[in-house]
């Protein structure tokens, strides 16, 4: 799996967009990029992922650069609920049983 | 929304007593893993298992520790002889179909070992 690079530690102010940036400069053509975030110690929990195409769903949007070498998760109305570890994982998608590799993430802070 | 269930939700042992983690993924669910944390680092990879046997395991799923679906709904984490380096939590995961990493993880077994 190609290696990501978060920021460690990330503020945003509630009701504002937190946009939180990953590069994967490394990234094979059939990789997804993947976000998780970990609220507290609590499991992982699954947000979003994408191949080279910008997505959205209910929790956020990700969008991926032309070249695929970073994105960016965006949570557009952020809440106190919000305070969590993201982590940006980059991983083969296809059959098989590929495992995810948790790195250290960025902590975001929403700030009342 | 369906989830991932593990108990119990905290484990006291004793060094050397072995302790069996419990865990009913998401009933459709194909592909079962367990992760560890210990307290302030990363979520690491144990194992995988799909089909009933292990799929990938890292170099911490050494012999002391096994994995078992026995009646095809829970799905279980043994280690034989905890060591004291055991205490962490441990996250049950599921998957459904291939082509897709969309884990569901469960809310965790701390463990204890004194």
């Known amino acids: 799996d190609a290696k990501t690079t978060q920021p460690p530690s990330m503020d945003c102010a509630e009701g504002r967009a937190a946009n939180l940036p990953c590069n994967h400069s490394?990234?094979?053509?059939?990789?997804?990029v993947y976000w998780y975030r970990q609220i507290h110690s609590q499991g992982p929990q699954y947000i979003i992922h994408?191949?080279?195409n910008n997505e959205t769903n209910e929790m956020a949007s990700l969008i991926i650069t032309e070249d695929r070498k970073s994105s960016t998760l965006i949570l557009p109305h952020a809440t106190l609920r919000d305070t969590a570890v993201y982590y940006c994982?980059?991983?083969?998608?296809?059959?098989?049983?590929?495992?995810?590799?948790f790195g250290t993430g960025t902590r975001l802070t929403i700030i009342p | 929304e369906p989830e991932v269930t593990q108990t119990p939700s905290h484990q006291v042992t004793q060094m050397g007593q072995e302790v069996i983690l419990r865990c009913v993924p998401i009933?459709?669910?194909?592909?079962f893993y367990w992760y560890r944390q210990i307290l302030g680092q990363k979520v690491e990879f144990l194992v995988s298992?799909?089909?009933?046997?292990?799929?990938?395991k890292s170099e911490i799923f050494d012999d002391q520790f096994s994995v078992e679906r026995p009646d095809g709904s829970n799905f279980t984490l043994k280690i034989r002889s905890t060591k004291l380096e055991d205490s962490a939590m441990y996250f049950c995961?599921?998957?459904?179909?291939?082509?897709?990493?969309?884990?569901?993880f469960g809310s965790g077994t701390q463990l204890s070992v004194l």
């Open positions: 009933s459709n669910h194909l592909y």
């Open positions: 994982i980059a991983s083969i998608s296809n059959f098989g049983n590929e495992k995810l590799t």
């Open positions: 298992f799909y089909n009933n046997e292990i799929s990938e």
């Open positions: 995961a599921s998957r459904t179909e291939q082509g897709s990493q969309k884990l569901f």
């Open positions: 490394t990234i094979s053509g059939n990789e997804y």
């Open positions: 994408g191949l080279k």
